[in-house]
């Protein structure tokens, strides 16, 4: 370990270097960056990133590759006043690089194999020592955040038809590998991998040289489904919506009196054809966002305008309810960036939930603030709340707290998360039993 004392520097709001200590501030200058630019060190960039968007200390070892030589480096991030993170380096261990150390023999050599135009790499523990950066837009993968971390963080793995998964064998064997399918964690696309087996000269397994391909069989069936929803879609709306109008129709009488349970039944048919069409809208949206090729606008909004617009939109429905929406004041304005339309509908679904879960005579609040460098809607309900061990499950596909309640399909909550992500912001829920639920929006501030 070379002693180099504890290092300090201090990153702005912005991802800039504001201040550093000379071993920092010379790493950094190496790696081609300086004083009131971007860090341009990565792993200590994407863990001031990290820091500052959650607004948390996180203390973790990271490996940076300088000019001769790797560094294992520990770092603490610590967000202070104004979205700025102080970071402090309290190890500074220099060691050889990977490349020189396990270059293989000249008579086992590891070629790349063929399947995929990505590339990634392990040591012998199964580390993650290399990735294509392309991988990251193709892919989704977060390849600066994955460097030294182990391979299962980046893939899924599945098992084959008999069972087994090709990357063990290899392992056992010391060999490659092909056809080994998985897909990439948090965004779930499928892929096949495939590898070569590294040797160190004394024969000793040292790691993977692997590709990364679209799974085609995979992708087949994703465009069948997509092809299917898209036509289920177009199907299912149009019928839909004549259903609705002339059960409204009845319902209002408009051709004249009916039996009074003639006209409930025509309030029933009508909501029931509501729900469906609001059912094939999140359809839509899902198939939409789990897309590769979707996109967010990166536009300038105001966040307290659109959380007013999601409160006048769901005014009707919360007064049927009994409950009274307070909405941000008039003047109120909290600029930021993001696309308008994805906004407002991260905002009905969390207006709409609150709404729907209050008790009557309760209020839902919509409360804007600026916090560093996130711009944050507040949306607070006085409901039943939601306990800790459900609170990470709500967002996930599919999933509701109670589903023998009545309500929508499981998706809103992981589709309004997925465009708040996809936005550079997040959604989390903060809550407990009998203390409603709170809901907090970001997006990068203005």
Request: glycine residues 10%.
């Amino acid at each position: 370990m070379i002693d180099r004392g504890t290092v300090r520097g201090l990153i702005d709001q912005e991802g800039r270097l504001a201040s550093a200590d000379e071993a920092l501030l010379a790493l950094n200058a190496r790696a081609g960056g300086a004083i009131g630019e971007p860090l341009a060190v990565n792993p200590i960039a994407t863990l001031a990133r990290l820091a500052g968007r959650l607004g948390v200390l996180i203390s973790r070892g990271v490996t940076v590759a300088d000019e001769v030589a790797d560094l294992d480096l520990w770092i603490r991030a610590q967000p202070v006043e104004g979205g700025a993170v102080a970071l402090t380096i309290g190890d500074w261990r220099e060691r050889q690089p990977w490349r020189q150390l396990l270059r293989p023999a000249a008579d086992r050599p590891a070629p790349l194999p063929d399947g995929g135009d990505d590339r990634w790499e392990t040591d012998a523990a199964m580390r993650l020592t290399a990735l294509s950066p392309e991988a990251g837009g193709r892919f989704g993968l977060d390849v600066a955040g994955l460097l030294g971390r182990p391979f299962t963080q980046a893939f899924r793995l599945a098992e084959g038809a008999d069972g087994d998964l090709p990357v063990i064998a290899a392992l056992a064997q010391r060999q490659g590998f092909a056809g080994q399918r998985a897909t990439i964690r948090g965004s779930d696309r499928p892929v096949l991998i495939a590898a070569t087996a590294r040797l160190d000269p004394g024969g000793a397994f040292a790691g993977f040289v692997g590709t990364i391909a679209v799974d085609p069989d995979a992708a087949e069936a994703a465009t069948l489904t997509q092809a299917f929803s898209a036509r289920l879609d177009t199907v299912l709306r149009a019928p839909l919506g004549i259903i609705v109008a002339n059960a409204d129709s009845i319902h209002a009488q408009a051709d004249g009196p009916l039996r009074a349970d003639y006209v409930d039944y025509a309030a029933d048919i009508a909501s029931a054809g509501r729900h469906l069409i609001a059912l094939v809208d999140d359809l839509a949206d899902l198939q939409a966002i789990e897309r590769p090729d979707f996109v967010v606008a990166a536009d300038a909004i105001d966040l307290a305008d659109v959380a007013r617009r999601a409160g006048g939109l769901l005014g009707v429905r919360a007064s049927d309810a009994g409950v009274r929406i307070d909405r941000p004041m008039p003047d109120d304005t909290l600029p930021t960036t993001g696309e308008f339309r994805r906004a407002l509908q991260v905002m009905v679904n969390l207006v709409g939930n609150a709404v729907r879960y209050s008790p009557e005579g309760g209020t839902v609040w919509i409360r804007t603030e600026r916090e560093g460098a996130n711009a944050i809607v507040v949306v607070a309900d006085q409901g039943k709340g939601i306990a800790a061990q459900d609170q990470a499950r709500i967002f996930d596909k599919f999933e509701r707290v109670d589903r023998s309640e009545p309500g929508g399909s499981g998706i809103g909550l992981y589709v309004a998360r997925r465009l708040a992500r996809a936005m550079g912001g997040d959604l989390t829920v903060d809550s407990a039993p009998e203390q409603g639920a709170r809901f907090v929006f970001s997006l990068p501030a203005r």
